[in-house]
């Protein structure tokens, strides 16, 4: 699989899929072209089938998670605060995968979700500020002790959330102060976009130019040579934090 290639939902993946003794990862999107990008390509390579559902345009979520091993819960331009049916369901639906003790991994929306589900509030900065581009994070003594983290993540969001009761908080910056958490042992939410490419950040930065005129987000090309400089520490820290994910799905598998 190239780097920046969309990957389809006919990803060799179904729900009874099998590749040797792995069962798949349900991969959750919102949006027609739907990327996993760098966390998808990771998981391919380590011998992981991918599942990938858009329920917000009809593809339906599992009613139990005995044939995967775990749910990946992506970004989109959406909030989890909207009324919309689909939205709603989702964050309902993730009891299931939190009561079959089933890893979860949610990503900016699908962070917030987790959180919200988790009793937690989602919320826009009160002086409107947002996080668009590469912007510090600081680690805490939790998160220190469990990963090596880059002084800089992506981001592309306008709201963020508190710390659900009983999460535990991993990362913080100075915007939003909570930016990862982990929930029991196998469940995290992050605030940033580690999956983000070269190609996403360009697309983004063009497809909704319009939010780089908000207070916090920075310019298209500030964020192209940001990227260039931080973006390889980001992408050792996913391959670390999804090396440990994954040993809580498949630890005698999971490639060294």
Request: charge should be negative; charged fraction near 25%; include cysteine.
């Amino acid at each position: 699989m190239k780097a920046d290639s969309e990957l389809v939902k006919a990803s060799g993946a179904s729900e009874t899929d099998e590749r040797d003794g792995y069962l798949p990862v349900l991969m959750i999107g919102h949006h027609a072209a739907a990327n996993p990008s760098h966390v998808g390509r990771w998981l391919m390579d380590n011998g992981f089938d991918l599942d990938i559902r858009v329920p917000r345009l009809g593809d339906p979520l599992p009613e139990t998670m005995e044939r995967h091993s775990g749910v990946v819960i992506f970004g989109g331009p959406m909030s989890a605060t909207e009324p919309a049916d689909y939205m709603k369901r989702e964050i309902e639906w993730l009891g299931m995968p939190l009561e079959q003790e089933k890893p979860i991994f949610g990503i900016c929306l699908g962070g917030q979700m987790l959180a919200m589900h988790l009793g937690g509030e989602v919320r826009f900065h009160p002086e409107g500020r947002v996080e668009i581009g590469y912007h510090e994070i600081q680690p805490t003594a939790e998160g220190a002790q469990l990963l090596d983290w880059p002084s800089h993540m992506f981001h592309w969001h306008r709201e963020g959330h508190s710390l659900p009761s009983d999460a535990v908080q991993l990362a913080r910056s100075e915007t939003f102060e909570n930016q990862a958490f982990r929930y029991g042992k196998r469940s995290f939410g992050v605030q940033f976009h580690p999956e983000a490419s070269l190609v996403m950040i360009n697309r983004w930065t063009t497809r909704a130019a319009q939010r780089l005129a908000l207070p916090g987000a920075k310019p298209r090309l500030q964020q192209i040579d940001d990227h260039m400089e931080h973006g390889p520490q980001v992408q050792r820290w996913l391959a670390d934090f999804l090396r440990h994910w994954t040993a809580l799905l498949a630890p005698e598998r999971v490639s060294r």
